[in-house]
């Protein structure tokens, strides 16, 4: 099985990552991952347990989903699981968008991005204290 997705560490994202996988023992095949593998993968960068996170998966799903969106006007969140690194804590929080929606109150949701691309970008390990994870939906 290949994955043509990488594979990183949420927190520096480094590609010296391990996981749990479904192994056949005679052959060594790698026939899938358990339901698990990326929440507690292994960073050797790092030294330690790590969420480990698929940052082109996530983009692209943050791309259908903002397709999926049958409102009358622009989403004006994203509702995304984002690793706060400096908790070391995944949440399910509501990330703004001021280019698709201007007018909304900074109060109503966790982080605030610029664009679509600067969320997209957040999927990407950096400095940054976040990385998205997961996108679940636009409202």
Not at 101 to 106: G, V, Y
């Amino acid at each position: 099985m290949k994955n043509k997705a990488k594979v990183v560490c949420s927190f520096c994202g480094s590609e010296n990552v391990t996981c749990q996988a479904i192994v056949n023992p005679n052959t060594e095949e790698i026939k899938d991952f358990t339901c698990m593998s990326f929440y507690d993968g292994y960073c050797e960068n790092c030294s330690d347990t790590v969420l480990l996170t698929q940052p082109e998966e996530v983009q692209k799903e943050i791309r259908q989903k903002l397709e999926e969106f049958t409102g009358n006007d622009n989403p004006r969140f994203a509702v995304c699981d984002i690793i706060d690194k400096d908790r070391n804590h995944v949440s399910k929080v509501k990330m703004g968008i001021r280019s698709l929606n201007p007018d909304f109150n900074n109060n109503e949701c966790y982080w605030v991005c610029g664009d679509m691309d600067e969320l997209e970008a957040l999927c990407i390990p950096s400095t940054v204290k976040i990385t998205v994870i997961r996108c679940f939906t636009f409202q």
